[in-house]
C-alpha cells in the first residue's frame, strides 16, 4: 500500500531521500486523523463512499484479528504474542460489515470500511 520515490527529481544525487507515501495520501483520499501514540498510532483517511483506518500491528496475523462496530467506534480485538491486544477507534461516521482488510510488507494494516 506505499509507493516508494525519491525526493524531488528523478536521478538525484547520492544522499537523497528516499519518501514513501501511501496510496491514500492522493485524491479523492484525504487524511482526517493521525493519533500520537507510540505503540499502534492510527491514521484515517476519508474517501466520497469509504473511510480507511491504518496501523502498525506487527507481530498480529491479520486472520487471527476479531473487527466489530458499535455506533461509530471500531473495535480490534487480536493475540499479538504478549495476550490479547485490544483497541477501539472513534470513526467520523457509521460503517458497513465486513471490512476489507491488507497488511503489507512493513506490517501496517489497512481496514477499508464502506459508508452506510
Known sequence: MTTDRIAG???R????VLYRETLFERHPWER?????EE??????WIGI???VVSLPLP??????????????RLILQAPDGTGTFSKDIDLPYAVEMPPILVKDEKDTLYILLQRK
Open 9 to 11: 527529481q528523478l536521478n
Open 49 to 51: 463512499k469509504a473511510l
Open 32 to 36: 482526517i486523523s493521525q493519533s500520537n
Open 39 to 44: 505503540r499502534f498510532p492510527v491514521t484515517q
Open 59 to 72: 507481530g498480529v496475523d491479520p486472520d487471527g484479528l476479531r473487527l466489530s462496530v458499535h455506533g461509530t
Open 13 to 16: 544525487e547520492p544522499g537523497a
